[in-house]
């Protein structure tokens, strides 16, 4: 037996084993799973296996080899339906996520009679989605409707072709925040020689360092992350270490990070941007923005770092941010593009105050990140008790669950964001203990 059929035959296996996590209601799928091998043979079905497995990891891995496509269909149904219909699942949500990150089709899930009824009555909105989301947590159903919104997919066509395109699966990991996605894209689909610097503004919560740490994983290119508020003198930026908060702390120092990787991509992160001690500091970096060379100190030949992404993470202007919210007269819908734009130009002139005019204008963009949404906060709420409850989630009674997730959100602190409804949620888990 060759190496790929072997790892069939455990994959398969080991779903024979799995097969009480098929409901007795579920017949179509559950024979399935119990015939022979041979009875399922085109197209294979690996992605079946992948899902089956309840391993998010496997199913990552099959789908970025090629060896399966997000779109496969699992018996009759799309992947995407199998994966939602099957109540059993304990990484359900981390599957469903995983198929549309790969660019699973949500019109699979779409309910005929629903569109039709939306088709008539002119108004567009999740109704047209299945019954197969009525069940589902909050954060599951965000991502789908959020996959399946003209808006998503109009901003991920802007990169669709590009080197950045691996970014779209962001919407996965970030929650709300669609207009700084949708600019990020704009601005990286612009043809430009100069090097790529971009500022993430705006409140405490909101997903700043998240975007900034996922960059350079989606797109699989390096990263180092500078604590920017540690740093006292001139060069102290170059021997930084990273400090990336979920990896290991490493020992190399930006300026090895650079000449390692001296003319290719890579990203540097540069974190808390605006609470460094010293203006000076900010100085060094006037050279590698403006012409993508670094000289470390003097007489130090120039290194090439024109294909660094430079992601400056601050709370400038988060003051202007919810005071644009407020203003708003829909403060419950999300940001229109010209009020998002309109906020863009309120924030500049405040980083400019802050950093200073000579070193803003170097940088591509500044992007601030804004308030969430009740669906947005309900999405945070639900991802915090997967993350907090591990495995007991499954076991849960949906009631706890939707209990926990909608009484979070009396405690959601604005100028907090996410790390408020994390806390809520931990402290209503240790309640129900
Ligand atoms: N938009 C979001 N979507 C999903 N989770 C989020 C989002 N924003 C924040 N979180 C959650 O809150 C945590 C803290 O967020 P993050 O570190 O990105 O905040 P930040 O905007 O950088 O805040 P600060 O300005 O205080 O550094 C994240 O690790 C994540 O768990
Ligand atoms: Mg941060």
């Known amino acids: 037996?060759?190496?790929?059929?072997?790892?069939?035959?455990?994959?398969?296996?080991?779903?024979?084993?799995?097969?009480?996590?098929?409901?007795?209601?579920?017949?179509?799928?559950?024979?399935?799973?119990?015939?022979?091998?041979?009875?399922?043979?085109?197209?294979?079905?690996?992605?079946?296996?992948?899902l089956a497995s309840d391993d998010p990891e496997e199913v990552r891995r099959v789908l970025e080899s090629g060896e399966a496509r997000p779109n496969d269909d699992v018996g009759?149904?799309?992947?995407?339906?199998?994966?939602?219909?099957?109540?059993?699942?304990?990484?359900?949500?981390?599957?469903?996520?995983?198929?549309?990150?790969?660019?699973?089709?949500?019109?699979?899930?779409?309910d005929p009679e629903a569109e039709e009824q939306e088709e008539r009555s002119s108004r567009r909105g999740s109704g047209r989605l299945s019954k197969l989301l009525e069940n589902v947590d909050p954060a599951t159903r965000y991502y789908i409707e959020r996959a399946d919104s003209p808006q998503t997919r109009r901003a991920s066509a802007l990169i669709h072709r590009s080197y950045f395109r691996p970014l779209t699966r962001v919407r996965y990991d970030l929650i709300g925040?669609?207009?700084?996605l949708e600019q990020l894209f704009r601005v990286l689909s612009m043809p430009s020689m100069a090097p790529i610097v971009v500022l993430l503004c705006g409140p405490s919560g909101h997903g700043k360092s998240l975007l900034a740490r996922k960059f350079g994983s989606l797109l699989e290119v390096p990263t180092h992350t500078v604590n920017m508020t540690t740093l006292r003198d001139t060069n102290d930026i170059w021997k930084s270490h990273s400090i990336a908060p979920h990896e290991?702390?490493?020992?190399?120092?930006?300026?090895?990070?650079?000449?390692?990787?001296?003319?290719?991509?890579?990203?540097?992160?540069?974190?808390?941007i605006e609470k460094t001690h010293n203006e000076k500091i900010l100085s060094s970096l006037l050279m590698p923005w403006e012409y993508g060379r670094c000289s470390f100190e003097a007489g130090y030949r120039?290194?090439?770092?024109?294909?660094?992404?430079?992601?400056?993470?601050?709370?400038?202007?988060?003051?202007?941010?919810?005071e644009h919210q407020d203003k708003r007269p829909a403060p419950e819908t999300q940001l229109s593009r010209e009020e998002y734009v309109d906020l863009m130009a309120l924030l500049r002139p405040r980083v400019s105050e802050r950093l200073g005019p000579s070193l803003l204008s170097r940088v591509t963009a500044v992007l601030p990140f804004v308030s969430f949404t009740t669906d947005e906060k309900m999405a945070i709420?639900?991802?915090?008790?997967?993350?907090?409850?591990?495995?007991?989630?499954?076991?849960?009674?949906?009631?706890?669950?939707d209990m926990i997730v909608r009484t979070s959100l009396n405690s959601y602190i604005p100028s907090e964001g996410a790390r408020s409804l994390y806390r809520a949620v931990s402290i209503l888990l240790l309640d129900t203990l």
């Open 302 to 322: 120039h290194v090439d770092v024109s294909k660094v992404i430079w992601l400056g993470t601050s709370n400038i202007g988060h003051d202007l941010v919810f």
């Open 381 to 401: 709420a639900a991802e915090a008790l997967h993350a907090l409850s591990g495995d007991a989630v499954s076991t849960m009674p949906p009631a706890t669950r």
């Open 248 to 272: 290991d702390p490493s020992d190399v120092s930006l300026k090895d990070f650079l000449i390692t990787n001296e003319g290719k991509r890579c990203v540097v992160v540069l974190d808390e």
């Open 76 to 110: 009759p149904q799309s992947a995407l339906a199998f994966a939602l219909a099957n109540d059993q699942l304990k990484n359900k949500m981390q599957m469903v996520k995983m198929l549309l990150a790969y660019g699973a089709d949500t019109s699979a899930l779409r």
């Open 177 to 180: 925040q669609d207009r700084v």
């Open 1 to 50: 037996m060759d190496a790929p059929q072997c790892r069939e035959s455990s994959i398969f296996a080991s779903q024979q084993k799995r097969q009480s996590i098929v409901s007795a209601g579920q017949s179509h799928r559950e024979s399935l799973l119990i015939e022979p091998v041979h009875a399922i043979a085109t197209p294979r079905p690996t992605l079946l296996f992948a």
